[in-house]
T-cell receptor, first 113, second 112 residues
Framework: ETGVTQSPTHLIKTRGQQVTLRCSSQSGHNTVSWYQQALGQGPQFIFQYYREEENGRGNFPPRFSGLQFPNYSSELNVNALELDDSALYLC????????????FGEGSRLTVL | TQLLEQSPQFLSIQEGENLTVYCNSSSVFSSLQWYRQEPGEGPVLLVTVVTGGEVKKLKRLTFQFGDARKDSSLHITAAQPGDTGLYLCAGEGETSGSRLTFGEGTQLTVNP
């Protein structure tokens, strides 16, 4: 059974650029959630995808968007990057949308200069 | 908006000491989870508590869910350097499914 994998692990962008982060969910899991974790903070919910549809969104602007593919892998896209977008972006998969148990990947560390 | 407050934010203790971390909210949660996160890694689930008043033990770690399901505590007995990490509590709202609300975390350092 493979766990949740994320890529890239680290990346550096400049203000105004766009970034795409990728996540492969754990085998058998159809739900992927994305969280943003700023330095010294707990993770903040961005959105969740369940069977290729957005299934809930946190308090993040529309320039944060996502996709889920038929194999349940997912992408997080952020447009017009701002300095405050610098954070660890965590992907978590779960067996179903209403199952609270999340399995996290190691995260993608984004630095915006 | 559901909020979870953790205390203390930072804790530095000597090996062998006991400690308690608290997680409080004014909201009711259907379940509460505790995670441990190490630098450069994602959070790893330690335990889920579901029933008000529930107590769960994981070796030297004891987790308790408040009777009203608004708060929780994590107690570590005889802490070891390997316990060092960021401890996060996360609540599952009664209607939010697996969209968790996280506390800000407690950074624990256990010195040899």
């Amino acid at each position: 059974e493979t766990g949740v994998t994320q890529s890239p692990t680290h990346l550096i962008k400049t203000r105004g650029q766009q970034v795409t982060l990728r996540c492969s969910s754990q085998s058998g899991h159809n739900t992927v959630s994305w969280y943003q974790q700023a330095l010294g903070q707990g993770p903040q919910f961005i959105f969740q995808y369940y069977r290729e549809e957005e299934n809930g969104r946190g308090n993040f602007p529309p320039r944060f968007s996502g996709l889920q593919f038929p194999n349940y892998s997912s992408e997080l896209n952020v447009n017009a990057l701002e300095l405050d977008d610098s954070a660890l972006y965590l992907c978590a998969s779960s067996l179903e949308a209403n199952t609270g148990e999340l399995f996290f990947g190691e995260g993608s560390r984004l630095t915006v200069l | 908006t559901q909020l979870l407050e953790q205390s203390p934010q930072f804790l530095s203790i000597q090996e062998g000491e006991n400690l308690t971390v608290y997680c409080n909210s004014s909201s009711v949660f259907s379940s509460l989870q505790w995670y441990r996160q190490e630098p450069g890694e994602g959070p790893v689930l330690l335990v889920t508590v579901v029933t008000g008043g529930e107590v769960k033990k994981l070796k030297r770690l004891t987790f308790q869910f408040g009777d009203a399901r608004k708060d929780s505590s994590l107690h570590i007995t005889a802490a070891q350097p390997g316990d060092t990490g960021l401890y996060l509590c996360a609540g599952e709202g009664e209607t939010s499914g697996s969209r968790l609300t996280f506390g800000e975390g407690t950074q624990l350092t256990v010195n040899p």
